[in-house]
């Protein structure tokens, strides 16, 4: 009887600290190959196409989160091609918390590996992984000023359409 109180014990304080990972936020919603209306049931206007035929916006965390405790630094970026989002960027900086890599583990389910090597001599740390038809990449940029995080999901099926996209745009300015 006592062990199963240790375990129930035990299993409530995991519980508890993976719960205290969780955000208030609609990350997500933020998934390659959402549409428009998607973002419209979450009260985001977001998608469309424009003169090259995508849609880039840039927000704010405030904008997906309820509660912005550990995401108040937080730029969101999405890119949408064919009025699908093709992809994500994330930017977070003056957070001593890892919170995007906790967000590409926990919200999108995606396994970086992290060089412990690099972490604990305090260089920048860079990872990269393939899930389904998705590319993340991970990078952490450390230097004097502190500590600079991206998270980048983008769709493989039109990564060189979205590079086309952007020279376009590069180039009409």
Do not use: P, W
């Amino acid at each position: 009887m006592i062990k199963k109180i240790y375990i129930f014990i035990i299993l409530f304080f995991v519980a508890l600290t993976t719960q205290s990972k969780a955000y208030d936020c609609y990350f997500d919603k933020l998934k390659i190959g959402a549409t428009k209306e998607d973002f419209q049931k979450i009260g985001i206007a977001a998608g469309g196409e424009d003169e090259f035929g995508g849609f880039h916006g840039v927000f704010r965390s405030d904008q997906f989160c309820k509660n912005l405790e550990g995401v108040e630094n937080i730029v969101i970026q999405l890119f949408f091609f064919k009025n699908k989002l093709a992809k994500i960027s994330y930017e977070s900086s003056l957070n001593d918390q890892l919170v995007l890599f906790d967000i590409a583990e926990n919200i999108y389910k995606v396994k970086l590996e992290k060089n412990k090597a690099q972490s604990k001599k305090n260089e920048s740390e860079i990872y990269s992984v393939t899930k389904g038809n998705s590319f993340f990449f991970y990078a952490l940029i450390k230097n004097e000023n502190g500590k600079i995080e991206y998270l980048e999901i983008m769709t493989n099926k039109e990564r060189e359409k979205i590079d086309e996209y952007f020279l376009k745009m590069e180039e009409a300015q």
